[in-house]
């Protein structure tokens, strides 16, 4: 039903910056939530930041704030993650995710429905 396509992913020095985006096709009328998560090997798919479809409420995990901001281009159903003062740690597999309940907070794996196939950042020291 939803069909979700990351880009922007790459290599990047630590202190860059780097702005993923998220394409979103299908039927986007039924999406409440959009959010972004990360999986680095070995480790746990972990919550990076999300927004509401209508983009009034956006929601950062502790370790991006101040970092990394989510927005949303209603115009082209489009979601975007800018990346700055980038770290190592931040090297992982960004995920782009939605999901059509009505629910608060958004920031947890299993509460979206639709995934997309994932884009790679890699940070370099």
């Known amino acids: 039903q939803v069909q979700l396509v990351e880009s922007g992913g790459g290599l990047v020095q630590a202190g860059g910056s780097l702005r993923v985006s998220c394409a979103a096709s299908g039927r986007t009328f039924r999406l409440y939530a959009m959010g972004w998560f990360r999986q680095a090997p070995g480790k746990e798919r972990e919550f990076v930041a999300a927004?509401?479809?209508?983009?009034?409420?956006?929601y950062y995990a502790d370790s991006v704030k101040g970092r990394f901001t989510i927005s949303k281009d209603n115009t082209k159903n489009t979601v975007f993650l800018q990346m700055n003062s980038l770290k190592p740690e931040d090297t992982a597999v960004y995920y782009c995710?939605?999901?059509?309940?009505?629910?608060?907070?958004?920031?947890?794996?299993?509460?979206?429905?639709?995934w997309g196939q994932g884009t790679q950042v890699t940070v370099s020291s």
């Open positions: 927004i509401t479809w209508s983009g009034g409420v956006s």
């Open positions: 995710a939605a999901g059509s309940k009505y629910y608060s907070p958004i920031i947890y794996p299993w509460q979206y429905d639709y």
